[in-house]
Nanobody
């Protein structure tokens, strides 16, 4: 059974930082491209960042480039999203997504991030 579990969300002031974690089980984690997405109230879900299997290369949405950093620990089957210089517009539910070899897609339940003073 595949499980994708996010954690680390919360309330933070503008300019602050948070680190999200995503623990995966039931998949060959090292063989999966791992993504973070987010969905703000009333908006469509949008892609935030990716860290690719094997190479570990990363990609970011323009809106978070230079502020967010995605990383992975294959020994722990965990992917992280370090978020700095947070803005109110970063407020959203953040979702972890695993795309495995064979292109199966798995999603977590999401973790709420609220940026507000």
């Amino acid at each position: 059974q595949v499980q994708i579990v996010e954690s680390g969300g919360g309330l933070v002031q503008p300019g602050g930082s948070l680190r999200l974690s995503c623990a995966a089980s039931g998949i060959i984690f090292s063989g999966a491209n791992m993504n973070w997405y987010r969905q703000a109230p009333g908006k469509q879900r949008e892609w935030v960042a990716v860290i690719r299997r094997i190479s570990g290369s990363t990609g970011y949405a323009d809106s978070v480039k230079g502020r967010f950093t995605i990383s992975r620990d294959n020994a722990k089957n965990t992917v992280y999203l370090e978020m700095n210089s947070l803005r109110p517009e970063d407020t959203a539910v953040y979702y972890c997504n695993a795309v495995t070899i064979g292109t199966s897609n798995y999603w977590g339940q999401g973790t709420q991030v609220t940026v507000s003073s």
